[in-house]
């Protein structure tokens, strides 16, 4: 390895900092002689900061995200590997081995590791809702495959994963219980019943609920009277994940301010779970991140190919100065703050709810160097 000094770093032939972009995120964030300002050092002591992460990152293989992850998150979560459908393909089948590589991930790192998820209406294959012969399963059936299913995820990395998103998406946008194959079959006892046994197999993880849009008036309603309702009853749940799949403009700060605060007067620990802004046009008339909600696209909907305008980058940076300052208020209840995805090249919202669009809704851009979003994020910690 050839290095020089000057101008550049030249590591060899072609190769300089310029096309290394996950050190360049770090060399970057070096004013002369100092050490890096580092997203989970600006936040230690206030609370974890976070990270989905895709097989490629955990594995090692992408140079770009990969040195981000190490560098500036001290929490990871899976962003598909834990779900039942890659877990759990068939009845008799459990393909562990890249949840495996995602956990060793994280020890290595030294990391909080996080479950996601158990109970799930989406990237849950029809099977688990069937019996042998494809006719619906009955409630005790599928409770005992809910059961089954928890002890052995959530056994396998007992006392390795620190918490789990136990029940995901329960809700209807009105509030009320989604009707799910979970909820039709079993009856609404399932998601207390999601927790006993996720409480059973690994007694020390925090259990969480998981869920989008509660900043919304009737969903936060719908939500707060099922978390009441599960407390009442002695349900062993720790806290919940407001997933903040937020667009610029909505929620409002004082919205996310207000949703943050009607959980943890229930006592319950609040996080910030998939958090990301979409910078796009809307392609639907509704503001969900149910995932089954796909829109067709047009270059219109598409208006950043070529990048972002700087205007944008400070509207984007404004919004997460507005976001984390309102999370910073309410550290006392927050245990983490958890970004869906690392640069903006391989965010899930380059494909949702329209496929093949170009977006920017994280930190760290398609070349992994930090954006002025990055700064608003790291000076709303000072604000603390
Ligand atoms: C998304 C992943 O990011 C995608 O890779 C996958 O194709 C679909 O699911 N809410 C959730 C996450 O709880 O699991 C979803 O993740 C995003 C919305």
């Given at each position: 390895m050839k290095m020089q000094y000057g101008s550049d770093f030249v590591f060899?032939?072609?190769?300089?900092v310029k096309k290394l972009p996950g050190l360049l995120a770090v060399v970057c964030l070096m004013t002369q002689g100092q050490t890096p300002v580092t997203l989970k050092s600006a936040y230690q002591g206030v609370f974890h900061i976070g990270a989905a992460i895709n097989q490629a990152q955990f594995e090692e293989r992408d140079q770009r995200a990969t040195p981000i992850i190490i560098s500036q998150f001290d929490t990871i979560s899976p962003e598909n590997v834990l779900k039942w459908g890659p877990v759990h393909p068939a009845k008799d089948t459990y393909n562990f081995g890249p949840a495996d590589g995602y956990v060793a991930f994280g020890e290595k790192y030294g990391m909080m590791v996080m479950g996601h998820c158990l109970v799930w209406h989406s990237q849950t294959p029809d099977w688990v809702f069937q019996d042998d012969s494809g006719k619906p399963l009955v409630r005790e059936a599928l409770l005992e495959r809910m059961h089954d299913h928890i002890k052995t995820v959530v056994g396998r990395y007992k006392g390795r994963i620190a918490g789990w998103d136990v029940v995901n998406e329960a809700l209807n946008d009105d509030g009320t219980m989604r009707q799910s194959p979970w909820f039709k079959i079993i009856g609404d006892d399932y998601i207390a019943k999601a927790f006993e046994f996720a409480h059973e197999a690994d007694p020390k993880a925090r259990l969480y609920y998981n869920d989008y849009s509660l900043e919304n008036p009737a969903k936060r309603k719908g939500a707060v009277e099922l978390m009441k309702k599960l407390k009442g009853q002695g349900v062993p749940i720790t806290g919940i994940g407001l997933q903040g799949h937020n667009k610029l403009e909505v929620p409002s700060a004082q919205a996310e301010s207000d949703t943050i605060e009607a959980f943890s007067a229930l006592g319950l620990e609040v996080n910030i779970s998939e958090l990301d802004v979409d910078v796009l046009p809307r392609t639907t008339n509704q503001n969900s991140a149910d995932i089954s909600a796909t829109a067709a696209g047009g270059a219109a909907s598409n208006p950043y190919v070529a990048g972002l305008p700087d205007e944008m980058q400070a509207t984007l940076a404004k919004r997460y100065a507005d976001l984390f300052a309102v999370f910073v208020k309410h550290r006392k209840d927050m245990g983490r703050v958890t970004f869906w995805g690392v640069t903006d090249a391989n965010s899930w919202l380059n494909n949702f709810p329209t496929r093949g669009r170009t977006n920017y809704p994280l930190l760290f851009d398609r070349q992994g160097k930090p954006k002025p979003a990055f700064d608003a994020v790291v000076n709303a910690a000072h604000a603390k």
């Open positions: 060899r032939q072609g190769w300089s």
